[in-house]
């Protein structure tokens, strides 16, 4: 009985969700953004999101000229799909109506090569590349145990070793990657202008003034202020209800 009610559950769940979103979509088709941000938001509140569904609320928010909202939700939809063309084209339209032109300080030597390296797939990717280098290392291994020629014998043993440091290239990126995924903290200035100080209170020295839509990075917080970077590298310290985190 329990295990009915349960799909029941999700049953009707997915049904509202799928029935507000498509809601949604009709409703953006007539041009009422308002309406069909309302109905993608119940889709939100019943736990349920996908890149389409923060790229849709993305473009209602900016065809209301709502230029955080827009940007926020844009940059929501890339981290679900950071590779879709049409949410990054989207994005730099929306970006384009920001205040703040912060310019953007290009990684470059090792970190860069590697950062590149390991940005080629997701770590999830690959690590499931590395499940796959890990059964042909163990079918390597097999043949060279069974294998009957010294020839042979070669070919397997070299062939292990081959697949055992692809494995651990592998292995590597995954974890680089994801590492790299949670250490990064974006988050997207909410408030119309807001004060960014040199240290974390209302009386420190104001460093520089951010407006609505700039895109920066959480490094720490401490009580209600967050100190943050932006993307050419300046540091400081935000409210943090100034600000709303992407991830």
């Given at each position: 009985?329990?295990?009915?009610?349960?799909?029941?559950?999700?049953?009707?769940?997915?049904?509202?969700?799928?029935?507000?979103?498509?809601?949604?979509n009709?409703?953006?088709?007539?041009?009422?953004?308002?309406?069909?941000?309302?109905?993608?938001?119940?889709?939100?509140?019943?736990?349920?999101?996908?890149?389409?569904?923060?790229?849709?609320?993305?473009?209602?928010?900016?065809?209301?000229?709502?230029?955080?909202?827009?940007i926020?939700?844009?940059?929501?939809?890339?981290?679900?799909?950071?590779?879709?063309?049409?949410?990054?084209?989207?994005?730099?339209?929306?970006?384009?109506?920001?205040?703040?032109?912060?310019?953007?300080?290009?990684q470059v030597?090792?970190?860069?090569?590697?950062?590149?390296?390991?940005?080629?797939?997701?770590?999830?990717?690959?690590?499931?590349?590395?499940?796959?280098?890990?059964f042909?290392f163990l079918?390597f291994?097999?043949?060279?145990?069974?294998?009957?020629?010294?020839?042979?014998?070669?070919?397997?043993?070299?062939?292990?070793?081959?697949?055992?440091?692809l494995?651990v290239?592998s292995?590597?990126?995954?974890?680089?990657?994801?590492?790299?995924?949670?250490?990064?903290?974006?988050?997207?200035v909410?408030?119309?202008?807001?004060?960014?100080?040199?240290?974390p209170q209302?009386?420190?020295?104001?460093?520089?003034?951010?407006?609505?839509?700039?895109?920066?990075?959480?490094l720490?917080?401490?009580?209600n202020w967050?100190?943050?970077?932006?993307t050419?590298?300046?540091?400081g310290?935000?409210?943090?209800?100034?600000?709303?985190?992407?991830?």
């Open positions: 009985m329990r295990k009915i009610l349960f799909i029941l559950l999700l049953t009707t769940q997915f049904f509202f969700a799928q029935s507000g979103f498509e809601k949604g009709e409703l953006y088709q007539k041009g009422k953004y308002e309406q069909a941000i309302t109905e993608y938001e119940t889709v939100l509140a019943s736990h349920k999101h996908s890149a389409e569904l923060y790229f849709n609320l993305g473009n209602c928010y900016y065809k209301l000229n709502k230029v955080a909202s827009a926020y939700n844009y940059e929501k939809a890339l981290v679900l799909n950071p590779d879709d063309a049409e949410v990054q084209n989207n994005l730099k339209f929306a970006q384009k109506l920001q205040i703040d032109e912060i310019k953007e300080v290009p030597g090792f970190s860069k090569m590697l950062h590149d390296f390991t940005s080629i797939f997701h770590y999830n990717t690959w690590a499931w590349i590395g499940v796959g280098l890990s042909l079918l291994f097999i043949g060279y145990y069974f294998s009957q020629t010294a020839l042979s014998k070669r070919i397997f043993f070299i062939g292990m070793f081959v697949f055992l440091f494995v290239v292995v590597s990126s995954a974890i680089s990657g994801k590492n790299h995924y949670e250490n990064e903290k974006p988050a997207i909410f408030a119309t202008a807001t004060e960014v100080k040199s240290e209302k009386a420190g020295n104001t460093a520089f003034i951010l407006h609505e839509g700039t895109k920066v990075f959480v720490e917080a401490l009580d967050k100190k943050i970077q932006l050419d590298g300046t540091e310290w935000i409210d943090k209800n100034a600000i709303r985190e992407v991830k």
